[in-house]
């Protein structure tokens, strides 16, 4: 089942503009993990932020988590084309040990 | 680069037949888990091995099984396969604490005719 869910499902930008995702989830978490998928390849890690924690830079991006309204958001600053991916949010699930449940993912379109 | 690898690449299996997929984690990492991503979904947890033990499987039928040597290299493998197999089948290393960041490999493409 899913547990986060993206939005928006799908996001068009310029090149140097700033890309928003959006990040909801159902139940309490100890941290959630925002990753990146290029062409339907493996995933790449971009930034952990744990429950107890608010906010979170890594470059440029920028990770927000609300706990009480059980949401997060990704901020890319400054898009490039290179950018261009899907992008998950991934929460823990305390009933699989160390499982990583994924929402359907938003894919961000960069153009030059 | 995680330092994960997978093998193969792609597969085209047809209905009934059965296919061991084999991922070798990335150095010092103790547990693997795999995750079915199906084409425009996010990943979907498979189960995880922990100490060559399965330790937390989600909604998965049991054809599909696994294994974890003591190297830390493992094999997913699914029997019988059905058409609604073919998905994107990922590999993930970590280390066995709860929610903390797993590496991916590149991902076996499954196709079932």
């Known amino acids: 089942s899913q547990q986060g869910e993206e939005d928006p499902q799908a996001l068009s930008i310029q090149e140097g503009e700033n890309a928003t995702m959006n990040c909801s989830y159902k139940?309490?978490?100890?941290?959630l993990q925002w990753y990146r998928q290029n062409s339907g390849r493996g995933l790449v890690h971009l930034i952990l932020?744990?429950?107890?924690?608010r906010e979170k830079h890594s470059g440029r991006l920028r990770v927000t988590l609300d706990t009480s309204k059980k949401s997060s958001s990704l901020l890319i600053t400054a898009s490039r084309a290179a950018d261009t991916a899907s992008y998950f949010c991934a929460t823990d699930a305390d009933q699989a040990g160390t499982a990583l449940i994924f929402g359907k993912g938003t894919t961000l379109s960069v153009s030059s | 680069e995680t330092g994960v690898t997978q093998s193969p690449t792609h597969l085209i299996k047809t209905r009934g037949q059965q296919v061991t997929l084999r991922c070798s984690s990335q150095?010092?990492?103790?547990?693997v888990s795999w995750y079915q991503q199906a084409l425009g979904q996010g990943p979907q947890f498979i189960f995880q091995?922990?100490?060559?033990?399965?330790?937390g499987r989600g909604n998965f039928p049991p054809r599909f099984s696994g294994l974890q040597f003591p190297n830390y290299s493992s094999e997913l493998n699914v029997n019988a396969l059905e058409l609604d197999d073919s998905a994107l089948y990922l590999c993930?290393?970590?280390?066995?604490?709860?929610?903390?960041?797993?590496?991916f490999g590149p991902g076996t493409r499954l196709l079932v005719l």
């Open positions: 150095s010092g990492h103790n547990t």
């Open positions: 091995y922990y100490r060559e033990e399965e330790n």
């Open positions: 139940t309490s978490i100890n941290n």
């Open positions: 932020i744990r429950s107890n924690e």
């Open positions: 993930a290393s970590g280390s066995f604490k709860q929610g903390e960041t797993q590496y």
